[in-house]
């Protein structure tokens, strides 16, 4: 039996390929563990238009790890595993006819859909990076489903979503996977939607999404997954860690670098940790390996048909963005420095996450630990030489009054800067 998996790419440069062979289960009913059958043939494509290497001759900045070309990383997947991952320079936002053509082709049984910007404060940045972010997130994914069902190819949609979606306001209580019992006015009982309250530009493009996953799912009967994912951090799985030409991006910038990922770089280089505001925002967190799983579950357990989106919370832990700092500052000696915050967001909060239903199907989280940290600021010092020491500070901001209050914070972000034993090197 051969399965067909399409991986639309923009946000990643990883290689995207499942861990092993995976059965084809359809979820009859909701099971409580990954079902696996007999083994079967998963043919991979990638379509990607690169457009996360334009961005980065637009910022003047370079992931830390060096990424190779397309072209050479297909080579050694192919070298180090004789399997072949098809690739296609294809822009999912602008270029529907293609698209279609491709599905109608491929008939793919999963498409992961990874093809939007991803950082919110590039989404911030000006009026030019909030269009593209827009034009390019809700196109793509709109594109897709029209696609799905032009080709009447019934894939399942695997969508790298964002807890962002709920917002990081403190709601007092634990947010659920996706859907919340309500009661109306009348005392009607309802299940709905957990209400949208985006704090990016690029998160309403996720929330966006989410309401057209829904249109599609009731009027086409689109089957689709909608992980909201949380912050990410760690560098490689195992399979992008056996060859250095495999590579994932790390970000260390103020626009793309995520905030364990950055303050564990900064801390290899003897940079002051930069904490945004007081540090008291709590957000959810993920290792990169278990991204990886989580969607290899999310494609093994599609909905089954006639069933609505499907919505899970992919995050292995919460934690507040002072001690993640204060973690790190602790085994390193390098000290925390709070920054006025670039970003229009809530000073504190709490948050609980439910992951209750990943768990039932075999999700077990990695969390953040030492050994892990350790791994991360090897690759840092590895390759510190390629690190731009100005792009390190926030460099995009929420609205006019949060950019003025980084002006008159210039006394810390001017500490901002690698030791002097370092940058005279
Ligand atoms: N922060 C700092 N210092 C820094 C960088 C960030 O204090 O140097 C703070 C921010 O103010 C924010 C928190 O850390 O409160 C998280 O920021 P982040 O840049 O790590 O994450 P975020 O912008 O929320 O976005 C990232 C990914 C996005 C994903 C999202 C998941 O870029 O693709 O959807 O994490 S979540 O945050 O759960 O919505």
């Not at 970000?251 to 904490?275: E, I, K, S």
Request: net charge neutral; charged share 25%.
């Amino acid at each position: 039996m051969k399965a067909v998996l399409l991986a639309l790419a923009l946000s990643t440069d990883a290689l995207i390929a499942p861990q092993r062979s995976f059965g084809g289960a359809r979820r009859a009913a909701k099971s409580s563990a990954v079902t696996m059958s007999a083994s079967k043939k998963i043919l991979v494509t990638i379509v990607d238009n690169l457009s996360r290497r334009n961005i980065d001759t637009e910022l003047g900045c370079d992931s830390l790890t060096p990424i190779t070309h397309p072209e050479v990383r297909l080579e050694a997947w192919k070298e180090l595993t004789g399997k072949t991952i098809h690739f296609e320079n294809l822009d999912v936002a602008t270029e529907y006819d293609r698209l279609e053509l491709l599905m109608k082709t491929v008939r793919p049984d999963s498409v992961v859909h990874f093809a939007e910007q991803r950082a919110a404060p590039y989404s911030q940045k000006g009026a030019k990076q909030k269009r593209y972010t827009v034009d390019n997130n809700v196109c793509g994914t709109h594109n897709l489903l029209a696609a799905v069902v032009e080709a009447d190819c019934n894939t399942h949609v695997v969508h790298l979503g964002t807890m962002g979606v709920y917002g990081y306001g403190t709601s007092g209580g634990e947010i659920p996977e996706g859907y919340i019992d309500v009661i109306l006015p009348g005392g009607r009982e309802s299940k709905i939607l957990h209400p949208a309250y985006p704090g990016s530009v690029y998160h309403t493009t996720k929330c966006l999404d989410a309401l057209l996953f829904q249109f599609y799912n009731k009027n086409d009967g689109v089957r689709v997954t909608d992980l909201h994912q949380g912050i990410v951090w760690g560098t490689n799985t195992p399979l992008t860690g056996m060859d250095e030409r495999l590579t994932n991006r790390f970000d260390y910038d103020g626009d793309y670098g995520t905030v364990l990922n950055r303050f564990l770089m900064q801390a290899a280089l003897g940079v002051p940790l930069t904490v945004y505001g007081t540090g008291g925002q709590t957000r959810g967190f993920i290792h990169v390996t278990d991204t990886a799983k989580c969607i290899e579950l999310a494609i093994n357990n599609p909905p089954a048909e006639g069933e609505g989106v499907e919505i899970f919370n992919q995050v292995a832990e919460t934690r507040r963005v002072r001690d993640i700092a204060e973690m790190i500052s602790s085994n390193t000696g390098v000290p925390a420095r709070f920054l006025a915050n670039p970003r229009q967001e809530a000073a504190e909060n709490e948050l609980d996450v439910s992951n209750r239903k990943f768990r039932a199907l075999g999700f077990e989280p990695t969390l953040l630990n030492d050994k892990l940290f350790e791994e991360v600021q090897d690759v840092t010092n590895k390759y510190k030489d390629r690190c731009i020491p100005t792009k390190i500070l926030p460099a995009s901001f929420w609205n006019k009054k949060r950019a003025l209050a980084a002006e008159a914070d210039g006394e810390a972000r001017s500490d901002i800067k690698l030791p002097e034993a370092v940058a005279s090197r």
